[in-house]
């Protein structure tokens, strides 16, 4: 009887470890709007979790992502702050929530943020 329960609490245990080990990752993501008031304060690579708005129209390889709190706002006169992405890889799908890995880079523009990989969590059914 004490194996019995001995092999369940160390198969607990192993299962919730894996679970932590699983997603760090999302745990020290860092949210758009942390970002937007001063991108230069964050050097070296980061990740980032947001929400694909969209693809740029002089460059497909750049997108925006917005903060995962803004999917909440519905109305016309939301105060959505766009972080620039641009990926190398596959470009998620609108309304693709992703963790978004890499640093960023300074331009003629402001900031942009150079991707080194893109996981799609999920997806959120937004836009048209």
């Known amino acids: 009887m004490k194996k ?6 160390a198969l607990l245990v192993g299962i919730t470890l894996s ?3 699983f997603f760090r990752g999302d745990a020290n ?24 708005a969209g693809t740029s ?26 972080l620039p992405v641009k ?10 929530e992703v963790l978004v890995t890499g640093s960023f880079l300074k331009t003629n523009d402001g900031f942009l943020f150079s991707a080194s990989s893109v996981k799609v ?4 059914k937004i836009g048209g």
């Open 19 to 21: 679970y932590a080990l």
């Open 29 to 52: 993501a860092l949210q758009v709007n942390q970002l937007a008031s001063d991108p230069s304060a964050y050097s070296g690579t980061i990740t980032v979790t947001g929400i694909m």
């Open 4 to 9: 019995n329960i001995f092999f369940v609490v």
């Open 57 to 82: 129209p002089q460059d497909p390889s750049v997108f925006g992502i917005f903060d995962l709190k803004e999917l909440k706002c519905t109305t016309p006169n939301c105060n959505k702050i766009y």
């Open 87 to 96: 990926s190398q890889g596959t470009i998620p799908k609108q309304g693709d």
């Open 121 to 124: 969590v999920r997806n959120h």
